[in-house]
Nanobody
Framework: QVQVVESGGGQAQPGGSLRLSCVAS??????????MMWYRQVPGKERELVAH????????YYKDAVKGRFTISRDNVKNTVYLQMNSLKPEDTAAYYC?????WGQGTQVTVSS
């Protein structure tokens, strides 16, 4: 069984920054060979893919709305993936979820308001 735990959410002002972390762990499990994804969801809407990073970090994908503001990265030694979020906007307010294979975390809430 793999556990996925997100952290780093909280409240930020418009224009501010937050850094989300996601640790995936389990007996013998390493994220090294897998793509990692960050999704977000607001109440009443479908969960949407925000950013994706390939297993070798050579390929990344960003939702258009976050391009140039968010950066996804990974540390395979630490079994951790990050989402650096800069120039935050109120519309970035959501629960952010980390995903690897069929495993999901519980989410971390990000609220952007003045």
């Amino acid at each position: 069984q793999v556990q996925v735990v997100e952290s780093g959410g909280g409240q930020a002002q418009p224009g501010g920054s937050l850094r989300l972390s996601c640790v995936a762990s389990g007996p013998g499990f390493t994220i090294r060979d897998y793509d990692m994804m960050w999704y977000r969801q607001v109440p009443g809407k479908e969960r949407e893919l925000v950013a994706h990073i390939g297993s070798t970090s050579s390929s990344t994908y960003y939702k258009d709305a976050v391009k140039g503001r968010f950066t996804i990265s990974r540390d395979n030694v630490k079994n951790t993936v990050y989402l650096q979020m800069n120039s935050l906007k109120p519309e970035d307010t959501a629960a952010y979820y980390c995903n690897v294979l069929q495993y999901w975390g519980q989410g971390t809430q990000v609220t952007v308001s003045s």
